[in-house]
């Protein structure tokens, strides 16, 4: 009969291969951090004295006067609000919109102007489908059509429209 074959087995290079395991991963923990902390030290911290080191643009008082200054090759521009507009829209029917919006001119526009636009805006706005408005690219078509119409009214003198608030519910 045959005899068993013993074998014999060494604790020892478990110990080694655990040590190892546990070993290698803390040094290149404690490398990497000593790397980040010299970069920081060394490179990013004189960049930011550096930074800090310039002096800053003095900044005017309440105490001064300010006058605006105002370039004549550049047009002044009017900021004129327009009431809010409070309407449904056209699909579906019980979907309401509060819109607030503004209109640059180029010069003060007169109120039938004001009075017409935002009349026109109102009615724009009963005409708009509320799969119309979803997204970015919906809201920027209905502010180019608003554009358009502020234009037209206007005689061109209408810059921008400009959005305050926009609120469907």
Known sequence: MATPLMIETDEEPKKKSMI???????????????????FSKFYVSPMIEANAST????VPT??????????SNEPSMVVVPL?????NL?????VWVRAEF????????????RAEIQSDFLRYMKT?????????IGF????EDLNERAQMISGGEAGRVLVKAFIVQ
């Open 102 to 113: 503004s209109v640059l001119f180029n010069k003060q526009p007169s109120a039938d102007v």
């Open 62 to 71: 309440a105490e001064k006067s300010v006058v605006p200054v105002h370039n």
């Open 90 to 94: 056209s699909d579906p029917s019980d």
């Open 55 to 58: 002096e800053a643009a003095p």
């Open 140 to 143: 920027e078509h209905m502010l």
């Open 128 to 136: 708009v489908k509320l799969r119309n408005l979803e997204g970015a």
């Open 20 to 38: 190892s395991a546990i070993l290698v991963p803390v040094l290149l923990l404690a490398l990497s951090g000593g790397l980040g902390f010299s």
């Open 83 to 87: 009431d809010p507009i409070l309407t």
